[in-house]
């Protein structure tokens, strides 16, 4: 299990003014876990709304968005991830050193604040095992102008994901009209306890067909990728065009894309 490092605390100001940090005291925190709070945390939006897909080396800077009601003005406010069944015992934790960001007073409203943090990931440094993809939880915490302490545990959520990777190779080239195309590929992802990209089996995966000249891919079936990933179909040779294959992604795993591989048909 990793050590929970100490939450940095935004400060407030008007416009877009910098954060200051400063350190939560552990006490703190606990005895404001349990005590009543009138701070409200709603909006929360990891990423954009967008899942977070990594590889073996991806650095990405995320963004953590809120905003923190309070009848008695929000006098800081700060946002993190983590991974587990609870914040006593997570497994993983993002960022790994108190972020800074920014957070803006409401011009008609001064109970309500407007949050951002940027959490800098490095999947080399931050992943050490694969029962990291999923689920993530925010906590978010505030303290109010008369100095109440408020965390809660999950005001929101983000998925963290595995990247995925598809290959494709269409064949013979080039083939009489009418003849038989075997296509082939591999399905792969991202192993970060290996450190390298493994065999993703029992997968759907979607085979694209788009004709020369047009622009859009059409789907001729869809084959289950078999031992190491591995990809096998076969189709029909009608006319000039490019084979691809589709991975549409899981709760764990994104999305991947095979470039199209073009086929001379005579």
Known sequence: MRIRPAVAAVSLATGLSALTASV???AARAADRAAPSDTVFSHVVVN??????????????????????????VAASWAYLWHGPNTDDEDGHLPLYPPTGTCTVSATDPTTSACTVSIAVDAARDLDHNGLAGTWKVLA?????????????????????????????????PVKKGRTVTVTGRLSRANWESGSYTGYQGQA??????????????T???VTSGSAG?????????????????????????????????????
């Open 220 to 222: 001729l079936k869809t």
């Open 48 to 73: 954009g709304g967008k899942d977070i897909v990594l590889g073996l080396t991806t650095r990405k800077t995320v963004a953590i968005t809120w905003t923190a009601t309070d009848p008695d003005g």
């Open 205 to 218: 995966v979607k085979l694209q067909f788009r004709k020369k000249g047009s622009s859009t891919y059409t």
């Open 24 to 26: 939560l005291p552990a």
């Open 141 to 173: 915490g505030a303290q109010d102008r008369t100095d109440d302490w408020t965390e809660i545990d999950a005001a929101g959520t983000a998925r963290i994901k595995r990247l995925a990777k598809v290959t494709v190779n269409a064949s013979p080239e």
């Open 230 to 266: 591995a990809l096998r179909t076969t189709t029909k040779a009608k006319a000039d065009g490019y084979f691809r294959f589709v991975f549409a992604g899981t709760a764990t795993t994104g999305p991947a894309t095979a470039a199209g591989d073009f086929v001379d048909v005579r």
